[in-house]
């Protein structure tokens, strides 16, 4: 019988030293590590890379990657200097829309531009040309009411397709 009992104590001795001293498996602590040190590589990355910096509306911010110089150039010569920064004319008007579309194009920019794989000049994308037409419409709606689509869903022209060089003088 107290063979038994040793028995026991021994197969319990051995489940506990597989354990933490916190009573938990290796699983959940290799877990938090892995996630503690990919929030940790992020926290570095966003401060290495300014990326508080895209959270402001100040065009000095787009300017932080090479290729945009032009387009910070060409806005400073634009008509819209005075009345619009690039979130006015590049990021939808609603709050959810706007942070929606900050979190994916930075996500994309930041991997483009860490691989190299955009284009040189850079182009917009297809999505994005949606965001800027809709900010138009924003800004200019009573004056451009009447070229509205009378369906909604339907075609429109694209409002940069006769004004290429509004935000972006000389293009």
């Not at 290796?26 to 300014?50: A, D, H, K, Q, R």
């Not at 955009?118 to 451009?144: M, S, W, Y």
């Not at 369906?151 to 429109?156: E, R, S, V």
Request: hydrophobic letters at 35%; proline letters at 5%; a negative charge.
């Amino acid at each position: 019988m107290s063979e038994d009992y040793s028995k026991q104590d021994n197969v319990n001795r051995l489940e506990t030293s597989n354990r933490s001293r916190f009573g938990v498996g290796y699983f959940p602590i290799t877990l938090i590590l892995i996630l503690g040190m990919l929030c940790g590589l992020g926290v570095f990355t966003f401060g290495y890379g300014e990326g508080w910096s895209y959270l402001s509306p100040d065009p000095k911010a787009c300017v932080n990657c090479h290729v945009m110089q032009d387009h910070y150039d060409s806005w400073l010569k634009s008509s819209h200097k005075d009345v619009a920064v690039c979130n006015d004319c590049h990021l939808p008007h609603d709050f959810i829309g706007k942070w929606m579309t900050k979190a994916d194009n930075g996500t994309f920019h930041s991997i483009a531009f860490t691989t190299g794989g955009f284009p040189d000049p850079i182009r917009i994308k297809p999505r994005n040309r949606r965001v800027t037409q809709g900010a138009c419409l924003h800004c200019h709606q009573e004056f451009v009411n009447h070229m509205l689509p009378a369906n909604q869903g339907d075609d429109m022209l694209n409002c940069i397709h006769c004004h290429t060089d509004v935000g972006h003088a000389l293009r």
